[in-house]
């Protein structure tokens, strides 16, 4: 059996199944299509707490599969164990968590029951189902403060700053110890960097709900003219132009990344950390004036206040996983913000109709 997956590893048998939870998701209908455009087959289990079916109806026009989904709380062992029993799999990907960092201070207890207890459930329900694998969605958030970047996996991790973060740091120490407990169990914690962009037949993306958290939503919907102006969040930073630079990386580059750490997953036991990030930074100005220039249109700007809890600088090294997964993001910022800008034109309301 381990040869027949090393061998999967190798690109030989491209037939794993994998369950994405959390997988109708900005990032989960990503890796749905980079899976199955792999080989591979997934099984979908959702909530639609932060997303809706019409995502999965979307990948499945996009790859020509049906792909099985089922409206499940994570949390909710019993109805998990009813999938896990219906459709066997190989691995899971665990996406499914609360992420908006600012809500994460008004409802804490909220964020840290939905997100430990998805993991908890998770990790009864593979052991129950003897599923050994999981790569789970962690945060570049997790370094802290404390650790100037480029951001090393060895790094020791830091303090975050608000209660979604801790949830993550929480998250990988938890199934750190599951692993360390069992040794069949392979674990691979991806930490994120910052996901933007969208496939670019425009037909899935990100869709927030209410105004955008983050940067590039915010950018797309002023452009449209649903919002009136960006805000820069700070123009004074100690950074080349004054405003904050992070590690932006294309979604597919991203999902991309989750086909290789699901095949690796299958050749070794115990805990992985892996960065996904392309190691280059980029400022606020910069994804400004790169999406003007991709998209040939002006953008409504100013520079206001800095944002709580924000970093100065935060992006990746990404060595490890070139050298582990043999994976690199290939796609550049304009790439980024010309899917991102299609995604947009094509779907102003969302998936909303
Ligand atoms: P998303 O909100 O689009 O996807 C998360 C999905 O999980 C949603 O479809 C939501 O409905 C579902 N979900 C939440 N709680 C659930 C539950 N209890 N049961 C079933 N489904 C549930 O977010 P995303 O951007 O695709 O992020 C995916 C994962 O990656 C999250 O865990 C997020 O914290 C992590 N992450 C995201 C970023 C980012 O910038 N997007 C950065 C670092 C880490
Ligand atoms: N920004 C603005 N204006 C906006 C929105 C964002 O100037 O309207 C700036 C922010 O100040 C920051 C940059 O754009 O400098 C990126 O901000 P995002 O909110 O898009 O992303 P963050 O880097 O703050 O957060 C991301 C993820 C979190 C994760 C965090 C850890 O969204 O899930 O990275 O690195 F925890």
Redesign the pocket.
């Known amino acids: 059996l381990e040869n027949r997956w090393y061998n999967c590893f190798k690109g030989e048998i491209n037939n794993m199944r994998v369950l994405l939870a959390g997988g109708a998701g900005y990032i989960g209908s990503h890796t749905a299509v980079s899976l199955i455009e792999a080989g591979h087959e997934v099984v979908i289990v959702d909530n639609y707490d932060n997303s809706c079916a019409e995502a999965i109806a979307r990948v499945e026009a996009l790859t020509n599969t049906q792909i099985p989904h089922y409206e499940v709380d994570v949390k909710d062992k019993a109805a998990l164990d009813a999938v896990f029993k219906k459709e066997p799999v190989d691995c899971v990907i665990h996406f499914a968590g609360l992420?908006a960092?600012g809500e994460s201070v008004e409802k804490p207890v909220a964020y840290y029951r939905n997100n430990i207890d998805t993991t908890l459930t998770l990790l009864e329900v593979m052991k129950e189902n003897h599923v050994n694998q999981i790569v789970f969605s962690s945060?570049?958030?997790v370094y802290g403060a404390e650790n100037a970047s480029p951001l090393y996996e060895t790094m020791k991790k830091g303090t975050c700053t608000n209660p979604?973060?801790w949830t993550k740091w929480m998250m990988e120490q938890i199934l750190s110890d599951a692993a360390y407990a069992d040794k069949d169990l392979s674990v691979i914690l991806l930490r994120y960097f910052?996901p933007i962009g969208a496939h670019p037949s425009g037909t899935i993306g990100e869709d927030p709900q209410g105004i955008p958290?983050?940067?590039?939503p915010?950018v797309s919907q002023t452009a449209i003219g649903k919002r009136e102006c960006?805000?820069?969040?700070?123009g004074d930073y100690d950074t080349p132009d004054g405003t904050?630079l992070?590690d932006y990386i294309h979604v597919c580059d991203l999902a991309e990344g989750h086909v290789k750490a699901v095949e690796y997953a299958q050749t070794r036991k115990g805990v992985d950390i892996i960065n996904l990030g392309t190691g280059t930074p980029y400022s606020?100005l910069d994804i400004v004036h790169a999406f003007e220039k991709a998209n040939n249109l002006k953008l409504n700007y100013k520079i206001g206040p800095r944002?709580e809890g924000?970093l100065a600088v935060?992006f990746s090294n990404a060595d490890k996983a070139k050298e582990v997964l043999g994976w690199q993001a290939k796609r550049n910022l304009e790439d980024m913000c010309r899917d991102s800008w299609n995604w947009q034109k094509q779907n102003p309301n969302g998936y909303k109709k």
Do not use: E, I, P, Q
Request: aromatic letters at 12%; one cysteine or more; hydrophobic letters at 35%.
């Open positions: 992420k960092v945060s570049a958030t979604y973060g910052n958290n983050n940067l590039m915010y960006l805000t820069v969040f700070g904050c992070r606020v944002r924000d935060c």
